[in-house]
């Protein structure tokens, strides 16, 4: 277990619906990072928060958005979904900003769009 | 650009033998970190070592062990006397001065009783 907290840990949903998947990091942990993993792109990342600032961005579509709240969990947002954004995704969470910092990784929520 | 790559897609053994996954990767920078993660069927992924390009120290943890090269820009990954609860999906991945993990598509490991 690594203290990285997500849910729902299953979600199917239709074309066009929008959802929020939510994550807690672990304590003490300032830094969240969302990744998509896709049969076709593998692991993709999307986004990074550190401290309730977004610090980077990825490959995150538009429809997609995130935030980190001062509670230090965080959500993604994903709308108007396509078949294609059924995958996996991912939050880690980090003690800091640093690359040096390793990044333990929730459970994930599978995401079918149907 | 960044990039990983891991050739081989799959990789199939008999317990008890040894294994080598392949990582190569590509940056411009000259502080990086290389990390390997594991993905076992149920799909969390398992954080098993972080190495920085100043440390070319290979690194032994039980019967896993790391061989990085900066040679020939590797970062291999060996697992003596497979077991059974070794076959997952290992990642590579690679992270420069952008926080950001860049993955390798994976090794599937298979080890069979």
């Known amino acids: 277990d690594s203290g990285v907290t997500q849910t729902p840990k299953h979600l199917i949903t239709a074309t066009g619906q929008r959802v929020t998947l939510r994550c807690s990091p672990r304590?003490?942990?300032?830094?969240v990072y969302w990744y998509q993993q896709s049969l076709d792109q593998g692991l993709q990342f999307l986004i990074h928060?550190?401290?309730?600032?977004?610090?980077a961005k990825g490959n995150i579509l538009e429809r997609f958005s995130a935030q980190q709240f001062p509670d230090l969990h965080s959500e993604l947002n994903l709308s108007s979904l396509e078949l294609g954004d059924s995958a996996l995704y991912f939050c880690?969470?980090?003690?800091?900003?640093?690359?040096?910092?390793?990044?333990?990784f929730g459970p994930g929520t599978r995401l079918t769009v149907l | 650009a960044q990039k990983v790559t891991q050739a081989q897609t799959e990789i199939s053994v008999v317990e008890k033998e040894d294994v080598t996954l392949d990582c190569v990767y590509e940056?411009?920078?000259?502080?990086?970190?290389l990390f390997w993660y594991k993905q076992p069927p149920s799909g969390e992924l398992v954080f098993l070592i972080r190495?920085?390009?100043?440390?070319?120290q290979n690194e032994i943890s039980g019967r896993y062990s790391w061989n990085f090269q900066k040679s020939t820009s590797s970062f291999n990954f060996t697992i003596t006397a497979s077991q059974v609860v070794d076959s997952a999906v290992y990642f590579c991945?690679?992270?420069?001065?952008?926080?950001?993990?860049?993955f390798g598509t994976g090794t599937r490991l298979q080890v069979f009783p």
């Open positions: 880690a969470s980090s003690v800091r900003v640093s690359p040096n910092n390793e990044q333990f």
């Open positions: 304590s003490g942990d300032l830094s």
């Open positions: 928060y550190y401290n309730g600032e977004e610090r």
């Open positions: 940056t411009r920078d000259t502080t990086y970190y």
């Open positions: 190495r920085n390009s100043f440390d070319e």
């Open positions: 991945a690679l992270s420069d001065n952008t926080d950001k993990l860049i």
